[in-house]
């Protein structure tokens, strides 16, 4: 089974200040078709989760573009370029090459 | 408008049976795999089970495997999970979500979530 491991498991971070988050796999996430899956997702508060980022590094439909995606094989990042408050929540990270899997979540709140 | 709404959940003794549903809407669900996603009380997320658009191609998690069964009925837009054999430890929140499109070049993985449906399994 593939593993996803997030660091950190939490963020305090001040409004207008960037913030990185990481995600590594246990296999790497490139498939036999060249497309690498892994994708990002928010939990604000009381919701359910939101896709922000499919295949590494493409923004869904409505995420703001301060939210970019980068990486490859088995090592990935989510950045937030200036954090403002309704970016507040817990952030995974979900491979489908082979099922499904999620890492731990890494909450992120503001100073 | 894509709209995802389980219904079902509740309390339930350990070794009891419940099945829950998703009713989806807005969008051709028989163009589409779905899954079943959990969450327990202030944890993570955890993938549960998906299914193909046709039903025919069936996964589960290591942690249910055996015990729950995943279907849908693409006639009436809905997709279902029956849990057999439940444990404390699968007391949790249950999301259905849009899973994958069944063009091959789909990109987009549970693009769409419900609100859940909250399954208590306690004595």
């Known amino acids: 089974d593939i593993v996803m491991t997030q660091t950190p498991l939490s963020l305090s971070v001040t409004p207008g200040q960037p913030a990185s988050i990481s995600c590594k796999s246990s296999q790497s996430l490139l498939h036999s078709d060249g497309k690498t899956y892994l994708y990002w997702y928010l939990q604000k508060p009381g919701q359910s989760p939101q896709l922000l980022i499919y295949e590494v590094s493409n923004r869904f439909s409505g995420v703001p573009d301060r939210f970019s995606g980068s990486g490859s094989g088995t090592d990935f990042t989510l950045k937030i370029s200036r954090v403002e408050a309704e970016d507040v929540g817990v952030y995974y990270c979900m491979q489908t090459i082979q099922f499904r899997t999620f890492g731990q979540g890494t909450k992120v709140e503001i100073k | ?123």
């Open chain 2, 1 to 123: 408008q894509v709209q995802l709404v389980e219904s079902g959940g509740g309390l339930v003794k350990p070794g009891g049976s419940l099945r829950i549903s998703c009713a989806a809407s807005g969008f051709t669900f028989s163009d589409y795999y779905m899954s079943w996603i959990r969450q327990a009380p202030g944890k993570g997320l955890e993938w549960v089970s998906f299914i193909s658009s046709s039903g025919t191609t069936i996964n589960y998690a290591d942690s249910v495997e055996g015990r729950f069964t995943i279907s849908r009925d693409n006639a009436k837009n809905s997709l279902y999970l029956q849990m057999n054999g439940l444990r404390a430890e699968d007391t949790a929140l249950y999301y259905c979500a849009r899973d994958k499109h069944i063009v091959p070049a789909s990109t987009t993985r549970f693009d769409y979530w419900g609100q859940g449906a909250l399954v208590t399994v306690s004595s």
